[in-house]
């Protein structure tokens, strides 16, 4: 019998919680009636599905593969799912976005950084214009492995006083490297400064590819030896892997929403923390498929499958552009 895809994306986040030692209580003495485990499954199919707390817990009614999947003695009151939101601390979710990423036992990250802005109203542009409504959008600045397009690392903040991207890029980039040591650094021109080249090549010992801002400077008034390296020439075929991160980007909205649907900071943050969850993990069900497709003798399990043979060892800088195409573009998975 076919397995549900509700189903795949519980088995799934249930895979990630355990490899990140998320425990099933907050607490000792709660009243153990639905685990955190399940309040997390809930949360990120919620934002699969698109819906309300309210419709949410109706549509779970008809969900019946998946409530004996994550064996719910009884369907959830949209309040407990709605507190859970507000209770859980963006801590424990940053740690289960990291744990996406250790599931492939990758030895290097291929990394990328992002941001985007992601709108707090469902106001028409027209609307907004007419009426002079003052703009609101939350920016989520992302950090990816783009061989593989899993989000590592997130920081998020409120615009239109929102600072600049460049502010976010060593944070994100110091909790990346904790999580695995990183090959090869790739970011728009957002992120231009000799400092960020720095700590990637002489702190983190990767290689950094940074375009300048300033195009028609010449190279004799550019500061900083590693932006002057940028000025004379890089490798466009390494930074055009950034494209993949756009390409996240793209999927999350295309998938989730632009929209964001709380009204309060702290559960805006947690709702935009949710749908990052929910993008690995519709993100790794894929990675699966292909592999029980190109593999299909192999048993079905996951710990059992070895994402190193599909994409390969680390890039190594010194490789020829000939074995660079094979090596990134041989790594195309369906999204």
């Given at each position: 019998?076919?397995?549900?895809?509700?189903?795949?994306?519980?088995?799934?986040?249930?895979?990630?919680?355990?490899?990140?030692?998320?425990?099933?209580?907050?607490?000792n003495k709660?009243?153990?009636?639905?685990?955190?485990?399940?309040?997390?499954?809930?949360l990120?199919?919620?934002?699969?599905?698109?819906?309300?707390?309210?419709?949410?817990?109706?549509?779970?009614?008809?969900?019946?593969?998946l409530?004996?999947?994550?064996?719910?003695?009884?369907?959830?009151h949209?309040?407990?799912?709605?507190k859970?939101?507000?209770?859980i601390t963006?801590?424990?979710?940053?740690?289960?976005?990291?744990?996406?990423?250790?599931?492939?036992?990758?030895?290097?990250?291929f990394?990328?950084?992002?941001?985007?802005?992601?709108?707090?109203?469902?106001?028409?542009?027209?609307?907004?214009?007419?009426?002079?409504?003052?703009?609101?959008?939350i920016?989520l600045?992302?950090?990816?492995?783009?061989?593989?397009?899993?989000?590592?690392?997130?920081?998020?903040?409120?615009?239109?006083?929102a600072?600049?991207?460049?502010?976010?890029?060593?944070?994100?980039?110091?909790r990346?490297?904790?999580?695995?040591?990183?090959?090869?650094?790739?970011?728009?021109?957002?992120y231009?400064?000799?400092e960020?080249?720095?700590?990637?090549?002489?702190?983190l010992?990767?290689?950094?590819?940074?375009?300048?801002?300033?195009?028609?400077v010449?190279?004799?008034?550019?500061?900083?030896?590693?932006?002057?390296q940028?000025?004379?020439?890089y490798?466009?075929?390494?930074?055009?892997q950034?494209?993949?991160?756009?390409?996240?980007?793209?999927?999350?909205?295309?998938?989730?929403?632009?929209?964001?649907?709380?009204?309060l900071?702290?559960?805006?943050?947690?709702?935009?923390?949710?749908?990052c969850?929910?993008?690995?993990?519709?993100?790794?069900?894929?990675?699966?498929?292909?592999?029980m497709?190109s593999?299909?003798?192999q048993?079905?399990?996951?710990?059992?499958?070895?994402?190193?043979?599909?994409?390969?060892?680390?890039?190594?800088?010194?490789?020829?552009?000939?074995?660079?195409?094979?090596?990134?573009?041989?790594?195309?998975?369906?999204?």
């Amino acid at each position: 019998m076919k397995e549900s895809r509700y189903v795949k994306l519980a088995r799934t986040i249930l895979c990630i919680l355990k490899n990140a030692r998320i425990p099933l209580f907050l607490h000792n003495k709660s009243n153990h009636i639905f685990t955190i485990w399940q309040h997390l499954v809930l949360l990120t199919i919620r934002q699969y599905e698109g819906k309300s707390y309210r419709m949410f817990t109706e549509w779970l009614v008809e969900a019946h593969y998946l409530r004996m999947f994550l064996k719910l003695s009884q369907i959830p009151h949209f309040t407990t799912l709605q507190k859970f939101t507000d209770r859980i601390t963006g801590t424990i979710l940053e740690r289960i976005i990291s744990s996406f990423i250790l599931l492939t036992t990758v030895k290097q990250i291929f990394f990328a950084i992002d941001s985007s802005g992601f709108k707090l109203t469902h106001a028409s542009q027209y609307y907004t214009e007419r009426a002079r409504l003052r703009k609101k959008w939350i920016k989520l600045s992302v950090g990816a492995d783009v061989l593989k397009q899993i989000i590592c690392t997130i920081k998020i903040r409120r615009a239109p006083h929102a600072r600049h991207d460049n502010v976010d890029f060593q944070a994100i980039i110091t909790r990346t490297s904790e999580i695995k040591p990183l090959s090869i650094v790739v970011a728009d021109k957002g992120y231009d400064s000799e400092e960020n080249h720095v700590l990637v090549r002489e702190g983190l010992k990767a290689y950094s590819i940074i375009p300048t801002r300033y195009r028609y400077v010449p190279i004799w008034r550019t500061h900083g030896t590693y932006r002057k390296q940028m000025k004379r020439g890089y490798l466009k075929l390494l930074y055009n892997q950034r494209n993949k991160d756009e390409t996240i980007m793209s999927v999350i909205k295309r998938l989730f929403s632009e929209h964001i649907t709380s009204r309060l900071v702290r559960t805006q943050n947690r709702e935009l923390s949710f749908r990052c969850i929910a993008y690995n993990t519709h993100r790794m069900i894929n990675l699966f498929s292909l592999v029980m497709i190109s593999e299909p003798s192999q048993p079905t399990l996951l710990k059992y499958y070895n994402f190193n043979n599909i994409f390969g060892a680390s890039l190594d800088v010194k490789e020829t552009h000939r074995d660079l195409r094979e090596v990134l573009y041989s790594t195309n998975t369906p999204r």
